[in-house]
């Protein structure tokens, strides 16, 4: 089993600056993916960013490219999500999500294991 847990939402003005960090603990592996996604109300759960850990590859949508960074600290079982200059269309609950599996996806049932959320708002 593995848990994630995720820190960093909050809420912020147009053009600002977070840091998301999702610890992960348990049966954790170098060979694993790590994603974050989101989801606004109404709206079906979108990947925003993922990181393999053992292939040295990220992966970004579209629609964060230029302005979000995902990260890793493979020591502490962390990754984080830079996000700057953040949009009022930013706002969603930000998830954690772990695929077991080294090829890094975009589609949110290839994860296993999910974290609970953290809630990102951004007022214009």
């Known amino acids: 089993q593995v848990q994630l847990v995720e820190s960093g939402g909050g809420l912020v003005q147009a053009g600002d600056s977070l840091r998301l960090s999702c610890v992960a603990s348990?049966?954790?592996?170098?060979?694993?993916?790590m994603g974050w996604f989101r989801q606004a109300p109404g709206n079906e759960r979108e990947f925003v960013a993922g990181?393999?850990?053992?292939?040295?590859?990220?992966n970004y949508a579209d629609s964060v490219k230029g302005r979000f960074t995902i990260s890793g600290d493979n020591a502490k079982n962390t990754v984080y999500l830079q996000m700057n200059s953040l949009k009022p269309e930013d706002t969603a609950v930000y998830y954690c999500a772990l695929d077991t599996s080294p090829i890094l996806r975009a589609y949110a049932p290839w994860y296993e294991y999910w974290g609970r959320g953290t809630q990102v708002t951004v007022s214009s």
């Open positions: 990181i393999s850990w053992s292939r040295g590859t990220t």
């Open positions: 348990g049966r954790t592996s170098r060979s694993y993916v």
